[in-house]
């Protein structure tokens, strides 16, 4: 019900752009409406992509005082919570702990908020699917979007932290936008599959909640990569294994390395990991395209 309202408004202009765009004689054929690229789709309907970003927004915050500070308020009290337990109860030493956590748990609230909204982003747009044959593939990409604006933001007042302190702004901040390029890749070809998925088994979402549970203490976040590597206890097909099967791990590692360390990257072999990660990320992405392109038309009926 609390879309009834963004619905009606965007239905005002959706029926202008149909009449302009879906042959009258062939609207019946919904497969008609992806005849031409996906990529040309989306650009056809980049108002509607924006509407439904701003109506995410306004939606996450609605009635809420602090508004879009909460999503730098969320991992700050977590980068509190976290540093009083791992740093001065259970005694580990990382030096400016507070900062290398936070650097990461921003990119990290991104992934992890943008796949649990993906899992709904089908649901919640009911109404627009029913009633328009729009290009599906704006209801993920939207969901997407919308959590980039709130990972934005955050880095903004980072960087505002790090002039009060003061924290040189290094060159090495550039790199933040080959991760984050990764990272929007991966997130894409996850958001289209768990939104397929959820319309079918709905124990998804469950599931989606531990194994984000479980990612986070896989991924170098409250720990860093040094430990992983300098640990005796593994062994090092055991640490190949966890910088190569994780696409997140090179990522995070590249956030922290940029922001705080000037681009000294922090084992060898660094951009190979990355390459890794983007090849992975390509694979899931492609995947998560010709799943959402098979499902995607399927998915009112199943509402």
């Not at 040309?40 to 306004?58: F, H």
């Not at 700050?76 to 009083?84: E, G, H, K, S, Y």
């Not at 190949?240 to 997140?248: D, I």
């Not at 990991?273 to 009112?300: D, K, M, N």
């Amino acid at each position: 019900m609390r879309y009834t309202g963004a619905c009606r408004n965007w239905s005002f202009w959706c029926d202008e752009r149909l009449r302009l765009w879906v042959d009258p004689a062939r609207q019946a054929d919904e497969e008609y409406v992806l005849t031409v690229t996906e990529l040309g789709n989306i650009w056809r309907w980049r108002e509607a992509v924006y509407r439904l970003v701003a109506r995410n927004l306004k939606v996450r915050y609605k009635n809420s005082a602090l508004g879009f500070f909460w999503s730098f308020l969320n991992p700050l009290m977590q980068v509190v919570v976290m540093t009083i337990a791992f740093r001065y109860i259970m005694g580990l030493q990382i030096e400016n702990y507070s900062a290398q956590l936070f650097t990461v748990l921003l990119p990290w609230q991104f992934f992890s908020q943008a796949v649990s909204d993906g899992s709904v982003a089908v649901a919640e747009n009911n109404p627009l699917l029913r009633k328009f044959p729009f290009p599906r593939i704006i209801l993920p990409l939207c969901t997407l979007f919308s959590n980039l604006i709130h990972l934005l933001l955050g880095m903004t007042v980072l960087v505002v932290i790090f002039l009060a302190l003061p924290v040189a702004i290094l060159p090495s901040f550039a790199w933040v936008i080959v991760f984050m390029a990764i990272q929007m890749m991966f997130m894409m070809g996850l958001l289209m599959l768990v939104a397929v998925l959820r319309m079918y088994y709905d124990d998804i979402r469950f599931i989606l909640e531990a194994l984000l549970r479980l990612w986070f203490y896989l991924t170098p976040l409250a720990y860093n990569i040094q430990m992983v590597m300098d640990s005796e206890r593994l062994t090092a097909l055991q640490k190949q294994l966890y910088l190569l099967g994780n696409p997140m791990t090179p990522v995070m590692i590249g956030y922290r390395s940029a922001l705080l360390e000037g681009g000294v990257w922090p084992i060898e072999n660094f951009w190979f990991y990355v390459g890794v990660s983007a090849a992975v990320s390509a694979v899931v992405l492609l995947a998560g395209a010709i799943v959402w392109r098979r499902y995607e038309w399927q998915l009112p009926e199943l509402l």
